[in-house]
């Protein structure tokens, strides 16, 4: 089973890949292994930020 990510986790693994890309360092091979890579962690953050956000406003609503 897969452990899932922190969102802080997440956001320093794709600011690795945009350094990565940003350097040249990676092959035509790899960088499509790593955009994908990047999409899921997006994903994974837009989810955590959302779920935050509801959570924040159910908590503001009930004050």
């Given amino acids: 089973m897969k452990k899932a990510i ?4 997440a ?3 794709l600011e690795e890949i ?3 890309m940003e ?3 990676l092959d035509i091979d ?3 292994d ?3 890579r990047a999409q ?5 953050c837009k989810s955590k930020l ?4 509801e959570e924040i406003r159910k908590i503001l609503d009930k004050e």
């Fill in 6 to 9: 922190k969102y802080e986790e």
């Fill in 11 to 13: 956001v320093k693994e």
């Fill in 18 to 20: 945009v350094r990565q």
């Fill in 23 to 25: 350097s040249d360092r």
């Fill in 30 to 32: 790899v960088m499509s």
């Fill in 34 to 36: 790593k955009l994908k």
């Fill in 40 to 44: 899921e962690l997006i994903t994974i």
């Fill in 50 to 53: 959302k779920k935050t956000d």
